[in-house]
């Protein structure tokens, strides 16, 4: 639910402020919130698990520089619907990197949530194609496939806090997320917007969608299998949906709520499964 709102909230975010500086900002202040989460580096085993996971945090920063250009490229609801072919990415990813073959009903569960999400994607006619944000959005559904697994294997080498791993990713994002903005604006960067929405749209990102959101998915990922954590993620697309139609009055027609539909089962579906 809380990263549906984030299409909505970056959108709002973007519109003011450079996508780059903006991610700077985002990581920067989750950073500075986690750094006394940094303790659980302490161990003989510090340097090897902290490459891992500044490994994750280089992967997150590519997903978080493709999802936030898509977004401010494509609608709200476009991007947390397109986001959701992570769901049929990651059993794909798990079988590539984890080397873990897919259950049939999970291989079919990511079948149903890929017709979801294409029916969605189309929703306004073939014709209408997809744009650059629109595809932005799909490399970054593939990476994030990529990240649930990486996320998987760390864990079960290194065994580093959900917490102190969430504060070395956002510390790895900040400093690459800073280079890029800095190799692509200079070192003039824009003043920060004074608009109440801004910072809501900020609050809203760092404490609940960031902060929050990755502790709990680093936590769950260590604990379950990848392909059951997107499936369950696969709820996001439905929430963004709704939030971007109410909250910044998008549009949908009937073949897209059929497509969040569909991506909905698909995550109920996995969930009943004891294994």
Not at 8 to 24: D, F, G, R, T, Y
Not at 47 to 61: D, K, Q, R, T, Y
Not at 239 to 268: D, K, N, P, R, Y
Request: net charge positive; glycine share 10%; proline share 4%.
């Amino acid at each position: 639910v809380i990263w549906g709102g984030s299409y909505s909230a970056a959108k709002i975010a973007a519109e003011q402020m450079p996508v780059l500086q903006l991610l700077v900002l985002r990581f920067g202040l989750t950073f500075l919130l986690l750094l006394p989460a940094l303790r659980g580096l302490a161990g003989a085993s510090w340097p090897a698990a902290l490459a891992g996971a500044s490994v994750l945090g280089a992967n997150l920063l590519a997903i978080f520089v493709c999802e936030t250009f898509g977004v401010s490229l494509t609608s709200a609801a476009n991007a947390a619907f397109l986001i959701s072919l992570c769901v049929a990415f990651t059993p794909l990813c798990e079988w590539w990197l984890l080397r873990v073959k897919p259950s049939a009903m999970v291989a079919t569960a990511a079948g149903l949530s890929l017709l979801g999400a294409t029916l969605l994607a189309f929703q306004h006619g073939a014709g209408a194609g997809l744009s650059w944000g629109d595809g932005l959005m799909v490399l970054a559904a593939l990476l994030r496939g990529v990240m649930v697994c990486l996320t998987r294997r760390h864990g079960q080498r290194h065994g580093l806090p959900a917490l102190t791993l969430t504060a070395v990713q956002m510390g790895v994002m900040t400093l690459g997320a800073a280079a890029m903005a800095v190799a692509v604006h200079g070192t003039a960067w824009a003043p920060l917007p004074s608009s109440a929405s801004f910072w809501g749209a900020v609050a809203f990102l760092v404490l609940l969608c960031t902060l929050l959101a990755f502790f709990v998915q680093n936590y769950a990922i260590a604990r379950t299998q990848p392909s059951r954590v997107a499936l369950l993620m696969g709820s996001e697309p439905l929430w963004g949906a709704l939030i971007a139609v109410t909250w910044l009055g998008e549009h949908m027609t009937w073949q897209g709520w059929l497509g969040g539909a569909l991506i909905i089962v698909s995550a109920w579906w996995v969930t009943r499964s004891p294994h």
